[in-house]
């Protein structure tokens, strides 16, 4: 899964001050990076601050599922968690 930059990740990149990336499996969260789950995967947050990926079926129609990803990070992060849920299609909006 390495390197594959989706349109969102790119256009999101370059008007973020911070990392957008697609997460990768058993990867550390790092402080200050934007993560999305990859296409076709589930994307949990494991005790140990890694990512897992996971491809069960999917919940509510949808994998990946914000439910799953939110369930795992919650269960980890606790009152700490925040998340953002973006549905195709999405628009960047100029405002130079």
């Known amino acids: 899964m390495q390197n594959n930059e989706t349109n969102i990740e790119s256009s999101l990149s370059k ?22 789950a990859p296409p076709g995967y589930h994307l949990l947050v494991e005790p140990d601050y890694t990512f897992s990926l996971d491809s069960s079926e999917p919940v509510q129609f949808c994998r990946p599922s914000i439910d799953v990803t939110m369930e795992s990070a ?23």
């Open 15 to 36: 008007k973020c001050k911070i990392e957008v990336k697609i997460a990768e499996d058993k990867e550390k969260i790092q402080t200050g990076v934007a993560y999305f």
């Open 74 to 96: 919650a269960d980890v992060y606790q009152s700490g968690t925040c998340g953002f849920c973006f549905q195709e299609p999405i628009r960047m909006v100029q405002t130079d």
